[in-house]
């Protein structure tokens, strides 16, 4: 768990990080908030079909619900804006990580998939909220795309103790 | 004189007895206000301005919003008196207590 995230938090800093020495632009942002909700999106859809854990699946469908609400939100913002998401090395390597992840947990069932699922949902949000707080919200410009990130964070942090009490309750049993 | 004083405390307690509206926003994964003392009678509107649905779920299921969809609203008449914690039944970080007297 302690690796994934660390691996997690490198993906979604070390990129943003280097490019934030011209600071990364509004259109970058967007696309990294739109791929992160679709990460977790797809980890959640898989996780509906794949768990067998009432409890999960009942987090995997907040996830997909909340985070499609979100992307939902944020590319009304982006069309109103006309501003066109642009791919960059944080949006890549959070996609990639994201395949990564579908690809490993695919392979597993029962309570190895539970708890792999889990534990990459508490590494991914804690990874997320970093990113949030560290490198989105410091360079949007646009004040309007600023209150977005600043509106979501809280169901981000909600989410992570969320999926911190299923992973405890998890490795309880 | 005694007319018009009649007419005045009658207007008063029409005014004071006429059920109220009372409007709590849900965004940013909070109730505000979370804590909310209402008279019996009066309405409550629960607007979620999140991205996402919430639920306004009674502890002690004295009333379920079942799932607000982002931009709609909840509305409750509150009949009964007394102290009701509440929580979003999808997020139960979020909590509030309605109060009616």
Known sequence: MKLSAIVIAGLLLAPAAGASAQGINDAQIASIVVTANQVDIDAGKLAQTQSSNGEVKKFANLMVTDHTGVNKSATALVTKLKVTPEDNATSQSLKSGGDTNLKTLKALNGAAFDKAYVDHEVAYHQAVIDAVDKTLIPNAKNAELKALLVKVRPAFVAHLEHAKHLQASLGGK | ?101
């Not at chain 2, 629960?46 to 982002?70: G, L, R």
């Open chain 2, 1 to 101: 004189m005694v007319l018009a004083l009649l007419s005045c405390s009658m207007g008063q307690a029409a005014a004071t007895s006429k059920p109220a509206t009372h409007t709590v926003t849900i965004e940013g994964m909070e109730f505000k206000a979370s804590d909310l003392t209402v008279k019996a009678g009066d309405s409550i509107v629960w607007v979620n301005k999140d991205m996402f649905p919430h639920t306004v779920t009674s502890k002690a299921d004295a009333f379920d919003s079942h799932q607000i969809e982002p931009g709609k609203s909840w509305t409750f008449r509150a009949a009964a008196k007394g102290e009701f914690p509440y929580m979003c039944s999808l997020h139960p970080t979020m909590q509030g207590t309605l109060r009616v007297k």
